[in-house]
């Protein structure tokens, strides 16, 4: 397992520590689930040219049907 490091201002550390502690966590592990959702938390790769490549027959939007009119509330 890889060693990252990394050096912040003392006032957000303590706040970062304060956060693990609430989560039950260490440190380290609050950091490593922190890294963990931000990188793995991506877009599939080609995902966003599979736009407009529909083949399939035309998409049809169903008929609006017009709802009943109530009387508001006063």
């Known amino acids: 397992m890889s060693q ?3 050096y912040v201002q003392d006032e957000l550390a ?4 304060k956060k693990a502690e609430q ?3 260490s440190v ?3 950091l490593a689930l922190l890294v963990q959702r931000e990188v793995e938390n991506q ?3 080609g995902y966003f040219e599979l736009f ?4 399939g027959q035309p998409l049809e939007r169903p008929v609006l049907v017009d709802y009943e ?5 006063k």
């Open 4 to 6: 990252l490091h990394c």
């Open 14 to 17: 303590k706040k970062f520590q």
């Open 23 to 25: 989560a039950n966590l």
């Open 28 to 30: 380290s592990k609050y």
């Open 43 to 45: 877009w599939p790769e």
């Open 52 to 55: 407009g490549s529909w083949q």
């Open 69 to 73: 009119k109530r009387e508001s509330f």
